[in-house]
């Protein structure tokens, strides 16, 4: 945690070392370790940015960062809305599942898989509805991972049952 603290805060530290550091860190729950995250959020570096975000994902200590990174899931940037939707599927609240959905049309096919994998993470009944109505899609991909979705949904509600199909 020292040594990832010693590269993650310097400024004149490169910026993709700092990333890096600064999600690593992030499974460590301080204050510091929150006011970091806080500081590469507000820098306005978009990809300190989308580091943040990743990180807050596997920071789940603190109770802000899903409604912070809710947020994030209406962003322009699709790498945003990637890291939010992966962040919640990692926090796993079923409230983010009504923000989830929409994004099941995201023009993004790496946002769109990566809600499919939130949804099947998280789990509830209207997450169930949405991965069965992605298992209907045109697109191979989208089928794909909304099966292994499902596959983890049934997993995660009963592991002593799960047979893979």
Sequence with gaps: QGALLAVAV???????????????IA??????????I???????????????IYAMGRNNGHPEWLTMIMKELRDANAA?????????GEIGEEEAVPQLIPLLQDDDLQVRVTVIHALGSIGGS?????????????????????????????????????SPR
Aim: proline residues 5%.
């Design 10 to 24: 310097p400024q004149d530290c490169p910026i993709e070392i700092r990333r890096r550091a600064l999600e690593a």
């Design 27 to 36: 499974v460590f729950s301080s204050d510091t370790i929150r006011d970091l």
């Design 38 to 52: 806080m500081s590469a959020y507000y820098s306005g570096d978009p990809k300190l940015r989308q580091s943040a």
């Design 80 to 88: 945003i809305r990637y890291e939010a939707a992966s962040a919640c």
């Design 126 to 162: 209207a997450a169930r509805r949405a991965l069965q109505a992605s298992l209907k899609s045109s697109d191979a991909i989208i089928c794909e991972a909304a099966r292994e979705a499902c596959e983890m949904l049934e997993f995660n509600e009963d592991p002593l049952a799960f």
